[in-house]
């Protein structure tokens, strides 16, 4: 009676507020994972096999299975952003605290073992993940799981790419599946995700999530964000327990998780160098074009010379600023779109230099805005003034953003 109550009253409680929460933060791994799995036995033997594809992930396991415990191996190829595993997945927000390299494709190829104890399967496993131009690593996991508990956890080994380590969890509750993961790598970067999902219904579901990172590569040092995350469900999207009740022999859809698990963390935590991967990020366009204009610009109005660049995306979708380039005392040759050093370029950004009454210096001049719409990127300006303004190239509409040093 009371379950029944409270499933009411939180359904009415979404239904109100549905036009009027915001989701703080980004949403989930947006592709679902679809498996598929066979087998044939012959008395307390059987041969089996597992695939499972999600967006550009890609994985197949072929195990021999006895009583009480299994042998299989395992291979497949992706980018590290895969939902296969539901308690160590990732979003592109959460993978852009280690490094930008995850995205590149690879391949990888691994063994493990399992066994039946005390109504858990316990699972230990090992793989090899070669990515092109990347040291080849060595990703060690273990996990334990039952009808109503899953608990894994890995180890990636490198070379350049120094040592990560991880842990998940999830519990199936009378109020709920909690679930928890934690990842860590040698580059100081460290993600951290714990959220809730109620089942309402066979259709509805209600979930929070709170995730907080932290790493070096980041603009002032220590990158940190608080994510409360409040979404909710008409699709039925249950998190997959690979071992369910009543099982008398190893499951290999338990297998084909936690290790699908293990290499997503291995391609996301060491997929670069850190000594190379120094370029100051930032969450959002808008903060990097605010952080070298609030750097060049009292230069610029002491100097009164003009100084530009571009702002551009990052291959993890961080957003970057090009050194500032010196110009004249009513123009900037920034060069082209094509000339950042990674990814592609969203804006421009430039200085007006000191006020001057033969320029109209505190606004976009028509041959910047021009510019703009010619190359399709937006643009920033900062003004003798200090204001902090920009340029939507699609819509034309110019906004102050708020101030600047000058």
């Not at 497949?76 to 997945?89: K, M, N, V």
């Not at 230990?124 to 273990?142: E, K, T």
């Not at 409360?228 to 084909?256: C, P, V, Y």
């Not at 074009?289 to 610009?297: D, E, F, I, K």
Request: charged share 10%; aromatic share 10%; with cysteine.
């Amino acid at each position: 009676m009371l379950r029944n109550l409270l499933k009411s009253l939180i359904t009415t409680f979404i239904i109100f507020c549905a036009g009027i929460i915001p989701v703080l933060g980004s949403p989930g791994v947006s592709d679902q994972p679809l498996w598929f799995k066979t087998g044939s036995g012959n008395g307390t033997t059987a041969v089996q096999a597992m695939a499972g594809v999600s967006g550009d992930d890609a994985f197949l396991l072929s195990a021999v299975s006895a009583s009480g415990f299994s042998l299989s191996g395992f291979w497949g190829e992706g980018q590290g952003l895969s939902s296969l595993s539901p308690a160590q997945s990732f979003t592109q927000q959460e993978a852009s605290l280690f490094h930008g390299e995850h995205e590149q494709p690879s391949h990888f190829t691994g063994a493990a073992l399992d066994f039946l104890k005390g109504g858990f399967q316990f699972t230990s496993g090992v793989s090899q993940i070669g990515v092109l131009n990347v040291p080849d690593r060595v990703s060690w996991f273990a996990g334990a799981t039952s009808e109503s508990l899953v608990v894994q956890f890995s180890r990636v080994d490198g070379q350049e790419s120094g040592v990560a380590h991880s842990a998940g969890l999830q519990m199936r509750l009378p109020f709920g599946i909690v679930q928890a993961a934690y990842t860590a790598a040698a580059s100081d970067a460290v993600s951290t995700v714990l959220s809730w999902q109620l089942p309402l219904s066979r259709d509805l579901s209600l979930g929070f999530e709170f995730w907080d990172g932290h790493s070096t590569r980041f603009a002032d040092g220590i990158y940190q964000r608080w994510v409360l995350n409040i979404s909710g469900s008409l699709l039925g999207q249950e998190t997959l327990f690979a071992r369910e009740g009543g099982n008398t022999g190893a499951d290999i859809a338990t297998t084909a998780l936690l290790a699908a698990g293990a290499v997503g963390v291995a391609l996301v935590a060491t997929s670069g160098s850190d000594g190379a991967d120094n370029q100051l990020r930032f969450s959002t366009q808008h903060e990097a074009a605010r952080n070298v204009l609030n750097g060049v610009n009292p230069t610029s109005v002491a100097q009164n010379l003009e100084y530009g660049g571009w702002v551009y995306r990052n291959p993890d979708n961080t957003f970057s600023a090009t050194e500032p380039i010196k110009g004249t005392v009513d123009r900037v040759n920034i060069g082209s779109p094509t000339s950042v050093p990674s990814g592609y370029a969203t804006a421009t950004y430039h200085t007006h230099g000191a006020y001057d009454p033969k320029y109209d210096s505190e606004n976009f001049s028509y041959l910047d805005i021009t510019m703009n719409n010619n190359w399709g990127v937006d643009g920033y300006l900062g003004t003798p003034a200090g204001y902090y303004k920009f340029h939507h190239y699609l819509t034309g509409v110019i906004t102050t953003l708020g101030t600047i040093a000058n």
